[in-house]
């Protein structure tokens, strides 16, 4: 029998009347039956979250530091469970760059974050007056979350709120509640009632969270079109609001890489998690004489990556989540075949069970053919040839996206100099896809608002406050 998660609201279980059934991407067997969420239940979550508000924005900081350490601790006692839960409902393997993996970097980010500070200053103190600058907490915090990393993303929004003294409801994607539903149910013991609310449910609860009164700032992390209905829902009641959106990131391949040496990085870069990552390196530019030498690199890697049930050991690569990912990635593969596309591997999705696409590397296109311009979010690259570096730059800048991008070589000087000509929040060099507590990441463009992670994320679930006084 399947389990019936449950939500959590005001510090006890919510029960929801009805269920839907939430399958493993792999095999198409049942994980659990996920409550669907009301606008009534969203109301008792954000109630209790106003209510628990009150109290906790007077925690001392020694109380809000004690809770993110708690909330590491929990999450390092059940990482094991969590961790075999996020395979089993998202597809990513156990182990590599898996569920173990993003059990880790909660208990990390959580810890991290805890540990941060905010302290007031003073900005004058003279002879006319004394001006101290305090960081408030903004209130009631939504979160939205989407599937693709689902725990980590969670803490990533949940832990500076609960940080700066805000009170939070988060809303985890349809498609991969149980593990957030799990995770905050365990988190929930870290702090009073009603500071940490879960539920879930269809998009429709996401929208009416975006738009609802009481909620003073929205953090949501989903696609570039989601991220824009979410700011308009916010702007009658003027939230603030952090948007991390999705990306196209470019890579560009300099004349003098080193690629027995660079291909490991350059391969998980863009295929961490089947490709289905936000900052995931999506399309890449090569010099002419590199063509051959990066193909056969890509081919052979891939060749040596099991892909496979992520709960099965040696699997490095697991299916696309959904049905509705695995259509998108055939699409655009196909798309990319009628216009010029060369197949160089891949390009056949598996027969089922499960939404196994394989990985796909694809030769002969030019920016305007769709699996080049757009977010494919799977296991395709495209690998664009380029004679020019000023055309490869264009090229990679050609974009409404800005979350990052990267460049690959040996030259420092040349490195860092086309590492300046690309548009994006973050640019790698000889490495993609990598995020870190202490290292502000964010989109510019269409990619995102705001930053999150480090003091300059923690400050955005902060209002300034400034306290002047005559002397
Ligand atoms: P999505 O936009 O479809 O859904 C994200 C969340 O928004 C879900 O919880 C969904 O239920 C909710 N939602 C749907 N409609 C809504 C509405 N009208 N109002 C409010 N909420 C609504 O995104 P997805 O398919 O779950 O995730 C994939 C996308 O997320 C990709 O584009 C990826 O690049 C992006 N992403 C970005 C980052 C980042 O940090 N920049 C990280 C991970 C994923």
């Known amino acids: 029998m399947a389990r019936k998660y449950e939500m959590h609201i005001g510090g006890r279980p919510v029960a929801a009347s009805a269920h839907r059934e939430i399958k493993n991407p792999a095999t198409g067997a049942t994980v659990g039956l996920c409550p669907i969420g009301t606008l009534e239940h969203l109301e008792q ?16 900081d020694g109380e809000r530091r004690a809770a993110c350490e708690a909330m590491a601790g929990i999450l390092t006692q059940h990482a094991s469970e969590l961790a075999a839960l996020v395979t089993q409902e998202q597809g990513k393997p ?60 969670a803490i990533w929004h949940l832990a500076p709120a609960i940080r700066t003294g805000n009170t939070v409801v988060i809303k985890p994607s349809p498609f991969t509640p149980l593990g957030t539903l799990r995770m905050i149910e365990l988190l929930a013991q870290a702090v009073p009632p009603g500071v940490l609310n879960v539920v ?28 824009r209905k979410v700011m308009a829902s916010a702007a009658p009641t003027l939230k603030h609001l952090t948007l991390e959106l999705g990306g196209n990131d470019a890579g560009i391949v300099l004349p003098d890489a080193d690629m027995d040496k660079l291909i490991a990085p350059m391969f998980w870069g863009s295929f961490i998690n089947s490709g289905q990552t936000c900052a995931a390196l999506k399309r ?5 004489a590199m063509y051959e030498r990066v193909c056969k690199a890509f081919i052979d890697f891939a060749r040596a990556t099991p892909m496979g049930d992520g709960m099965q050991p040696g699997t490095q690569l697991g299916p696309l989540q959904n049905e ?27 027969k089922g069970p499960g939404y196994f696409y394989p990985v796909t ?60 000509q690309l548009e994006a929040g973050t640019v790698f060099i000889n490495k993609h896809a990598e995020v870190a507590p202490n290292i502000p990441f964010g989109g510019i463009k269409g990619s995102g608002l705001g930053v999150e992670f480090a003091q300059e994320g923690l400050e955005a679930y902060t209002t300034i406050k400034i306290i002047n006084a005559a002397t």
């Open 284 to 288: 890449l530019y090569v010099p002419d």
């Open 94 to 153: 156990l182990k590599g760059i898996g569920s173990e993996f993003e059990l880790g970097g909660c208990a990390a980010w959580a810890s991290y974050t805890g540990a941060l500070e905010l302290p007031s200053k003073v900005i004058e103190d003279s002879a006319t007056k004394h001006v101290e600058m305090l960081r408030e907490p903004i209130g009631v915090v939504g979160s939205i979350t989407p599937w693709n990393w689902p725990l980590i993303i």
């Open 361 to 420: 590397l694809v030769g002969g296109l030019e920016n305007g053919v769709r699996l080049v311009d757009e977010e494919q979010f799977g296991p395709a690259l495209p690998i664009v040839r380029y004679r020019r570096l000023e055309d490869a730059i264009a090229w990679a800048n050609d974009t409404d996206y800005g979350l990052s991008a990267s460049v690959w070589g040996s030259d420092r000087a040349q490195l860092n100099a086309v590492a300046r």
């Open 200 to 227: 879930a449910g269809d998009d429709e609860l996401g929208a009416a969270l975006s738009r609802h009164p009481k909620i003073q700032k929205v953090v949501f992390t989903g696609s570039a079109s989601t991220g």
């Open 45 to 60: 979550a954000v109630d209790a979250a106003a209510a628990a508000f009150a109290k906790w924005r007077r925690s001392s």
């Open 324 to 350: 509705r990912q695995f259509r998108k990635v055939i699409e655009l593969v196909e798309d990319a075949k009628r216009h010029g596309g060369d197949i160089l591997l891949g390009g056949e999705a598996q």
